[in-house]
């Protein structure tokens, strides 16, 4: 019996990745959520970080904002922001940071935008190292 289920990221525009896979790991508000085959049935929201698609091979997409709902072993990512690290350029990643950076100084932001706006700041630093 397989333990693999379906993964499927949407944008407006496409469908960015349909497959099989063994776990993904998705940045949640509620924290990182890992998703093995039979989870429970969920809906939440996803904050900035990055989602960890496991198969034979590991594809990772860095995302901003977005919406999950797992349910009969079929898990949807719904988000305008995913991007394949694979074919990250380096250089929209520094200037994503620099201009991130800039906005954590912004004193009209709440504290859910500086929430929000640390864990951008973390992944890009992440991702351009």
Not at 50 to 64: N, R
Request: hydrophobic share 35%.
């Amino acid at each position: 019996m397989s333990d693999k289920f379906t993964v499927e990221i949407i944008s407006p525009n496409q469908t960015i990745l349909k497959q099989e896979a063994d776990e993904v790991t998705i940045p949640s508000y509620e924290g990182q959520m890992g998703i093995l085959k039979n989870h429970i049935p969920l809906i939440t929201f996803l904050r900035p970080g990055i989602v960890m698609i496991k198969t034979d091979v590991e594809k990772k997409f860095y995302v901003e904002e977005g919406t999950v709902e797992f349910s009969d072993n079929n898990l949807l990512i719904l988000t305008s922001t995913a991007r394949d690290l694979v074919n990250f350029d380096k250089t929209l990643v520094n200037d994503l940071l620099k201009k991130a950076e800039a906005e954590s100084n912004n004193t009209d932001y709440t504290d859910k935008d500086r929430y929000i706006l640390s864990y951008k700041i973390e992944t890009l630093k992440e991702i351009s190292q």
